[in-house]
């Protein structure tokens, strides 16, 4: 860990010169030594407001999680991040349409973050609704971007349902996966960005019940 580094590990704002300084793998070891603090309870003492100070005219994360809305999963906390750290769109089943790419693309090739994660949860709604064939409004079309993962789990035991968790889970876990894949084949931004070593993506799982993230990479 260098200098400028280890200054943000110690509760420092990232900076530009931090956000350089790292790597897509460095930048996906801190975000699981950040699940372990929380896991722990040893999360790091911060400055809120000296953050908020020291980001007023810039902003420099080093990570984009993509996320649901559930109110389970803040990505700030489970992963022990301070302001500016991580970029976190969230949308209710965590996939990736036009405007999340394109606001990831933002993050990443012009704003400098190094990693992606797409982040499950465990006892997803909106994976439960998508199993179920739900219709609610826009909802409708919302869970409409699920579909594919549901589509995609056969190989299961028991109705195709959210009464069934085992499909449930496989379907949320398929749609990581599905989402993982899209921001590559659906964006040639991102796509040469990971060419080039410049950014990583990957997919996680987060325990509603334990508060553990298990990483696909």
Known sequence: MTAVTQAWAKGHA?????QRAMTPD???AELQAGNKR???????????MAQVNATATGQFPYAVVLGCIDSRVPPELV????????????IAGNFANTD?????????????SKLIVVLGHTECGAVKGACDGAQLGNLTQTLSNIAPAVYAVNDVKGSRSSKNP???????????????????????????????????????????ATGQVSFEV
């Open 14 to 18: 990232m900076t530009a010169e931090s």
């Open 26 to 28: 460095q930048a996906l």
């Open 38 to 48: 929380f896991l722990s309870g040893e999360m790091r003492n911060r400055d809120l």
């Open 79 to 90: 992963f022990d991040q301070g302001i500016g750290d991580i970029f976190t769109p969230r």
């Open 100 to 112: 999340i790419i394109g606001s990831i693309e933002f993050a990443t090739q012009l704003a400098g």
């Open 166 to 208: 085992d499909f449930v889970q496989q379907v949320a876990d398929e749609n990581v996966r599905l989402t993982v894949a899209a921001l590559t084949e659906r964006s040639a931004v991102l796509s040469q960005l990971v060419a080039e070593n410049k950014l990583k993506i990957v997919g996680a799982m987060y325990d509603v």
